[in-house]
T-cell receptor, first 110, second 113 residues
Framework: RKEVEQDPGPFNVPEGATVAFNCTYS??????FFWYRQDCRKEPKLLMS???SGNEDGRFTAQLNRASQYISLLIRDSKLSDSATYLC???????????FGSGTRLSIRP | DAGVIQSPRHEVTEMGQEVTLRCKPI?????LFWYRQTMMRGLELLIY????????DSGMPEDRFSAKMPNASFSTLKIQPSEPRDSAVYFC???????????FGEGSRLTVL
């Protein structure tokens, strides 16, 4: 079993729709959580950190559920420019290790 | 401000040749990471350094791969001899500290024929 698992998608949704995807992690000692975005043939870039209380940044909302060991990303009023691969990232402070999920591909259609 | 700088951006080489990828992290960042990305396996952590010291190289595929960080502003990833299955995009990333954001370079796209 992979340490960090994501639904690879692709999610194909119309512009303006709300879309959500989850990421599960297996190590209960995981400490920090992030969502990164990667455009085609580009490098990953930080989208947002995920805090225990949940956090929002404009149209994006991230949540953490430690009991069930998953994090989620919700995108409201999706734009064409949101089309990308979204990578879930988990870190373990004990090993200072940063683990990336394999990514969820999102495609927004006009 | 300059971000993470990687070179070369693209490299095409023949099986058996030595490949050296280079990375200059963001000044002041004390952690440096080498990742490899393929369609099949996604982003894999190869090795990471903290304060120029290799902390975890368990992701390095085999003895053909080696990485060095002789100083805080430079790192290399070497593959010798290269094989076609090494074809991938190799990313270098740096971070200002533990559990902090990673800043990626634009990657080095390697093709081994």
């Amino acid at each position: 079993r992979k340490e960090v698992e994501q639904d690879p998608g692709p999610f194909n949704v119309p512009e303006g729709a709300t879309v959500a995807f989850n990421c599960t992690y297996s190590n209960s000692a995981s400490q920090s959580f992030f969502w990164y975005r990667q455009d085609c043939r580009k490098e990953p870039k930080l989208l947002m950190s995920v805090y225990s209380s949940g956090n929002e940044d404009g149209r994006f909302t991230a949540q953490l559920n430690r009991a069930s060991q998953y994090i989620s990303l919700l995108i409201r009023d999706s734009k064409l420019s949101d089309s990308a691969t979204y990578l879930c990232v988990v870190t373990h402070s004990s090993a200072s290790k940063i683990i990336f999920g394999s990514g969820t591909r999102l495609s927004i259609r006009p | 401000d300059a971000g993470v700088i990687q070179s070369p951006r693209h490299e095409v080489t023949e099986m058996g040749q030595e490949v050296t990828l280079r990375c200059k992290p963001i000044s002041g960042h004390n952690s440096l990471f080498w990742y490899r990305q393929t369609m099949m396996r996604g982003l894999e952590l190869l090795i990471y350094f903290n304060n120029n010291v290799p902390i975890d190289d368990s992701g390095m595929p085999e003895d053909r791969f080696s990485a060095k960080m002789p100083n805080a502003s430079f790192s290399t990833l070497k593959i010798q001899p290269s094989e076609p299955r090494d074809s991938a995009v190799y990313f270098c990333a740096s971070s200002p500290g533990t559990n902090r954001e990673l800043f990626f370079g634009e990657g080095s796209r390697l093709t081994v024929l």
